[in-house]
């Protein structure tokens, strides 16, 4: 099954979901920034790479603006040059609008990870020659508030069935993908592919989180060494 069709049916999939308190909006970027997320899998979703790197689940100001994991505004416009027009949610937060590429908010998360990819390897081109992104989750949740809630703190009664759906995507980007190796962008997403795929040698490195301490004393270098650890060579 080819990368959009897992997509689609994902989104479709997650979207008859229903979410409850705290949780009061829901935003599905396979929807409603279909266009940029399925030119990001056309032009780099690549049969043979290394190593999928995957993610929990877009960030406001990230994937939830343009439907690319990890997609910070500037590195999915002029490095990865993706453009094109992103639709606003149906039950949109005032607190965190879709302004799709318009968005001036910065996604540190994803600074981080598409800086880091930027450096070491210069060009799209050679970065995916290797590696692709997915994100585990494409559901951004949150709350009254604006505060951003993870999948890992969903009741279960919600979790389940969205994990289900969640799992069976993986499943079926790593039987199109054919990596050598899955890596976690942090310990959620390397113990729900060690569930999803049945293998515990799912590798992980160290979430870029500002929200993380330790991912704000280097990221980057701590990232690199656990790759290299992991066997994965880094120029």
Sequence with gaps: MDPIRISRELGRACGKLAFGPPVTHVYNPLDYARALHETFLERYARPGCEVLFLGMNPGPWGMAQTGVPFGEISFVRDWLAIDGRVKR?????PKRPVLG??????????????GWARDRFGSPDAFFERFF???????CFMEESGRNRTPDKLPRAERDPLFAH?????????DHMQPERVVGIGKFAQDRARE????EDVGAILHPSPANPQANRGWAKQAE???????VAVP
Aim: one cysteine or more; a positive charge.
């Design 166 to 174: 969640c799992d069976r995507a993986l499943q079926r980007i790593v």
């Design 225 to 231: 060494k656990q790759l290299r650890e992991l066997g």
């Design 89 to 93: 949610p149906k039950n949109e937060h």
């Design 133 to 139: 992104v997915w994100n585990y989750c494409p559901l």
């Design 101 to 114: 590429l318009d968005c001036a908010r910065s996604e540190g998360s994803g600074k981080r990870v598409w």
């Design 196 to 199: 999803a795929l049945g293998d």
